[in-house]
Structures are given as structure tokens and as C-alpha cells.
């Protein structure tokens, strides 16, 4: 008996992760089968467990990809996060983490940061492609159903209610709530790199969005918790606030100084009349001098 070794890497570089899910099932049932009698006709010079695990290994990789594909939606992904495509450092961690903390209680820093807190603290955590996290599927599953019934308003799943978005301590204080990424994914829970993702995910939104200074006033407030936070590095507060000057803030004032027709970063008809509101202008000019 063999372990597949073509249908595993088929189903590493598979896109639609549902099926590849279950192809990956069957064929680790039937690699399991074989090996079992090849092992007890060779009094065990066949591992049943060598060609089994590589199995195991993709099914739980395929569970995690799975569960960040569910909470953030496929729309947040410019390519299908395939077991594939993580293993080669084309996503990174640390932003689903941040967008999924952005999804769950919403853009102000001191409630993902407590979120956090409470997340290094609490004893049930496990991570999706670990062993033990086998049995623990409907946990799993539940955190997949509520952010699908977040994005779509809140409609058709009671894990989703007010609750979601009522603070930090939403999953903890009932053990029926659904868990966000920073629970599962603890090697990540850093909270000057959140920060930093967060941050850098506000300021695409606010460019999106320019009427909403909310948004650029969450992102600067992370930028600003990048560089004065307990863990400060340099380095990467300068990356964050170098970034969101160029791709955000630059470009207004580019617009504002030489017209739109070379600024193709932002939509004119979203910005040319809030350059006349006064009040919108210093907001915005307080937070670029921030920045």
C-alpha cells in the first residue's frame, strides 16, 4: 500500500476547500484500510501510521484553511487560501487574525486589545491542525456559522447575535459562544503586529470610505500603539506609518494641491466636496499630521 502521493498534493493546491475536505477523507480512509492489512500480513514492517499521517497532517491543514476562508468570507482573499498557498508564505497570519478581530468587535484598539488579553488567558484554546483539536469540530463549526451569520446581518444563526459585537468577552462567559481566530491561531496574539495589520486594513477601508474619519482615527490610533505600545519595534511602526502616509493620507493632498487626474488612488466624486466641509478638512489635517 501506498499514501497517494499525487491526491495528497491535489488536495494541498485545491481551491475549493469543501471538496478537497472530503476527497481528502475518503482517501484517507481508504490509505487506512490498505495499510492496516499490509501491516498485519508483514507483522508490521508496513507503519499503518507512516502512510496514515500525512493524511491526517492535510485534513487538519484543510480544517484550518477552512475555518479562516468561513470567519473572513472568500471576498477578503485576492487568491484561495489553499493548504498550498499558506505553506509557500502567500497570506499572512497575523492579517486574518486582525481582520477577523475587526469583524468581531469592531475597530476601536482598546476592544481588540482586551479581546487579546482575554484570549493568552483563557485555558480552552486549541489550534485547528493540532491532534487534540480532532474532537472538537462543533466548536469549529460554530465559530464558522456565526461570522457567516455576521456578515450577513446577523440573520438565521443564533451564535450571532448582539453578543458578538458587545465586547472582548463574548466567547468566554458562555462556553456555547462561537470563538474568533485569535483564540485558536495563539502564536499569533501579538498585539504590537495586530495592531500593526490593523492599522494598515483601517486605512484601506478609510480610503474606500473617505466621509468616515472614524476609520482613519482607528487606523492612526493602532499606528500610534505600534510605536508607544509595551512592545515597541522601530522598524515596524516606521513600515505601518510610512505606508498609511503614501497609500492614504499622500494622496489627498496630492488631489488637494494638483487636481485628481494623476491620483487615480482615490475616487473623486467620494472626496472633491468633503475638501469643502471645514470641519471634515481638520479632522482629516489633525490625523495626517499624526501620521
Known amino acids: 500500500p501506498a499514501s497517494l502521493p499525487p491526491l495528497l498534493s491535489f488536495c494541498a493546491a485545491a481551491a475549493d476547500l469543501p471538496r478537497a475536505l472530503l476527497l481528502a477523507t475518503a482517501c484517507r480512509e481508504a490509505v487506512a484500510t490498505a495499510a492496516q492489512l499490509g501491516e498485519a500480513r508483514t507483522y508490521g514492517r508496513i507503519s499503518r501510521d507512516a502512510l496514515v499521517s500525512p493524511w491526517d497532517a492535510v485534513l487538519r491543514r484543510l480544517r484550518l484553511c477552512g475555518l479562516v476562508a468561513l470567519r473572513l468570507g472568500e471576498a477578503s482573499f ?8 499558506v505553506d509557500a508564505g502567500s497570506f499572512s497570519v497575523y492579517g486574518w487574525v486582525a481582520a477577523d478581530e475587526l469583524a468581531v468587535v469592531g475597530h476601536l484598539h482598546e476592544d481588540a486589545a482586551a479581546l487579546e488579553v482575554q484570549c493568552r488567558a483563557c485555558s480552552g484554546k486549541f489550534h485547528p491542525c493540532d491532534a487534540g483539536s480532532d474532537g472538537r469540530w462543533e466548536v469549529i463549526q460554530r465559530s464558522c456559522l456565526a461570522a457567516a451569520a455576521l456578515r450577513n446581518g446577523g440573520e438565521g444563526e443564533d451564535d450571532a447575535d448582539d453578543g458578538d ?31 500593526a495589520h490593523r492599522a494598515l486594513i483601517l486605512g484601506r477601508m478609510w480610503v474606500d470610505e473617505p466621509n468616515r474619519l472614524d476609520l482613519l482615527e482607528n487606523s492612526v490610533t493602532a499606528m500610534v500603539y505600534v510605536e508607544s505600545g509595551p512592545s515597541t519595534k522601530l522598524l515596524l511602526s516606521s513600515a505601518v506609518a510610512l505606508e498609511i502616509w503614501q497609500a492614504c493620507v499622500r494622496p489627498l493632498y496630492r488631489a488637494l494641491y494638483s487636481g485628481f487626474d494623476d491620483v487615480h488612488e482615490l475616487d473623486e466624486a467620494a472626496v472633491s466636496y468633503l475638501l469643502d466641509d471645514p470641519e471634515w478638512f481638520d479632522k482629516f489635517a489633525e490625523l495626517s499630521g499624526t501620521v
Open 78 to 85: 485576492p487568491e484561495p487560501p489553499t493548504v498550498g498557498a
Open 165 to 195: 459585537r458587545a465586547g472582548a468577552k463574548f466567547f468566554l462567559t458562555d462556553a456555547s459562544c462561537p470563538a474568533p481566530l485569535v483564540f485558536y491561531l495563539e502564536s499569533h496574539n501579538s498585539s504590537t503586529e495586530l495592531a
